[in-house]
């Protein structure tokens, strides 16, 4: 059971130190100098027309998560010990652990962009990278690693486990204009062009561990979209096959990669309104990246559906002349069983050149922003942002503060609890006459490692960008 130990460890570590994500600045929802508030809500229009400077108009690194490197990590006499070391009791481990735990990157950056008024609104040009990554983990995952059997009978559910991905490039045109006095509307049409995606879950994972016998039984499945990647079967690649079930298993060993090119096409609305309901007072509502992708080049896996068993060692070789390469020995079985797990918890490829088509994960945004008529230079806003995406689905309910002491600059605090926990944001806008410059944060850090990734949780976001502006204010 080692070998199951060390993949699912590895793979629960790198995950929990995903340091490039990003998405489009909460923090700026509210701020009319920030350039890029048609990202969060086509109905808004930038002050003035502008021109990116390339990849430098808007970036964001970041990140989303309940769970943090410090809830695997522990110190232990001068070192770092994973939670798998036996100086770390389990209660104090699992303790500090969600029933579901989640990490998220959301890459949104912008390579070109432009906008303008013209045939009456304003109207937004671009071409952005789009990178959102999704992992669940359930809280028995991690049970089932450090306590393994705690009981005569043991059981673990971790049905709720899960990894995805999409990966591509998105050409977006957008148009917003007055409706009336007191009514806007936008709307943003994208094309999307796919580089590579990843979908993996378990339907149904438990694990039995008695005194009688150690039972696993996993439903899962795997859709890989790269074109140019090759995922050999164990068979293909003329690895000995013990028995028939292992000759369609997927040879990690031999995985290549070449000829790297579009594996999918898609297309996505976003589209908004905001209403002034009366002075000082004006809601909004938005809805974006309602769309698909179609994905091509796809890769099926799914896992043995057949239960794995174990009740126990047979006939173990004690005295044989042969020692542990005794087909019976103790070492020889411990051996077996470790293959048999690896297995086990591998896929076996079933189809390959699939076109699979997928629904992308929405996201609704709901703001309400007051000005103090006493001076109306000082905006409050709440933002209710929600992800509509399955099992990764999330959601956030954001306050802010939001000032613009001069015309040239305003800036905005804000506080935010959502499915990840709490943070605290911020934004400062710089936009005088000929550019707009603006660094701001939706997560500030707070206890972080030396290598900058966050202990307590997942939470960590930067995001700056230059942009060129001209013409008269909108």
Known sequence: MKTLHKLLTATILAGSCLTASAQALHS??????YTFRHQLNPAFS???????VP?????????????????????????????????????KFLDGLRETNRLNA???????????????????????LRSNTNMTLPRDLFAFMKMGMSKSETHYHMDNLGIQSN??????????????????????LKFLLGAANLSMKMNNMDVTLSENKWMIRADGEMNTSLKGLTMPTKAESGKKIEKPSQADL??????????????????????????KVMDGLTVSAALLDFGFMSWSNTIKSVTGNEPWEFDGFHEIAVDSELGDDDPNSLESQ??????????????????TNVTRTAMLGATLNLG??????????????????????????????????NVAPIKWFNAGVNYAISTFGSSFGWLLNFHPKGFNFFVGMDHTLGKITPQFIPVNNGNMNVSLGFNVTFGAKN
């Open 167 to 188: 990966n591509y490039f998105e050409i977006a045109l957008g148009h917003s204009r007055k409706i009336n006095d007191k009514l806007d509307a936008g709307a943003k």
């Open 28 to 33: 700026g929802y509210f701020l009319e100098g």
């Open 106 to 128: 959301d890459i949104n950056l912008a390579i070109l962009s432009a906008g303008f008024k013209a045939w009456g609104g304003y109207n937004t040009i671009g071409i952005n």
């Open 55 to 91: 990849v430098l108009g808007n970036i964001n690194v970041g990140t989303q998560g309940n769970m943090g490197v410090g809830k695997f990590l522990f110190p232990r006499n001068g070192e770092l010990v994973t939670f798998m070391h036996s100086s770390v009791s389990g209660s």
């Open 334 to 351: 411990l051996d077996a069983i470790g293959k048999d797990l690896e297995d086990y918890a591998s896929f076996h490829r079933k189809e």
């Open 46 to 52: 930038a002050e003035h027309n502008y021109v990116s």
């Open 368 to 401: 309400a922003e007051y000005a103090l008529p006493v001076y109306d230079r000082l905006h409050f806003g709440f933002l209710s942002s929600t992800r509509i995406n399955g099992r990764y689905s999330w959601s956030e309910g954001r306050f802010s503060a």
């Open 250 to 275: 997927i040879d990690w060993d031999n995985i290549d990669y070449d000829s790297p090119g579009l594996s999918g096409f898609g297309m996505a609305i976003d589209l908004g309104a905001t209403y």
